[in-house]
């Protein structure tokens, strides 16, 4: 038996791919084998907790990419994970609220990528 998180994720992957059940079938499979879902809800987790304990991150004055190198650097020191999670949520607070006064997206096909 499905959990309801598994019916929701499995009806908003078939309404992103109109349907098409190999392009699905083949993303889930992506996603069950190359992504961390469970990273991602610890990110989610964490970001509700911050916004009650010190308010919207928008009103943040922290300087997103320092404190990513920082916890990246702490990771590499303790091997603690925790550390990875805030990185990432530094990184997608920075792509949501960017402070690089040169801030875009440009989708590059070629070059480095994460895989």
Partial sequence: MKTITEHI??????????GSKATYKDSIDVIENDFSLDFV??????????????????NAKTDNIKAVKDRVGKYEETGN????????NFLMLEYHFPKHPKAHFESVDDGEHAT
């Fill in 81 to 88: 994970m925790e550390y990875l999670v805030d990185a990432g």
């Fill in 41 to 58: 809800t610890k990110m989610a987790n964490r970001i509700v907790m911050g916004h009650h304990r010190y308010g919207p991150v928008k």
């Fill in 9 to 18: 994720r499995d009806h908003i992957l078939l309404n992103a791919f109109g």
